[in-house]
């Protein structure tokens, strides 16, 4: 696994824990998890795009 890779899930699994972090909280701010939620995503859509550039292709 590359090290760019091995931040990319690392940054995933902490934005995970901030998102469960937030929705804990007594008030929780919708909008923050949502803004977490989005950088979550985008970095799901770029840890994917690594993984098709380092499968053989078909």
Known sequence: MS???YRLMERH???D???AAAQK???PDP???LRLK???LAVKD???HALRRRS???
């Open 3 to 5: 090290d760019r890779l």
């Open 13 to 15: 699994q902490k934005l």
């Open 17 to 19: 824990r901030l998102i």
């Open 25 to 27: 909280r007594r008030l």
């Open 31 to 33: 909008f923050e998890i």
């Open 38 to 40: 989005k950088i979550k």
């Open 46 to 48: 770029r840890i994917a």
């Open 56 to 58: 053989p292709a078909h």
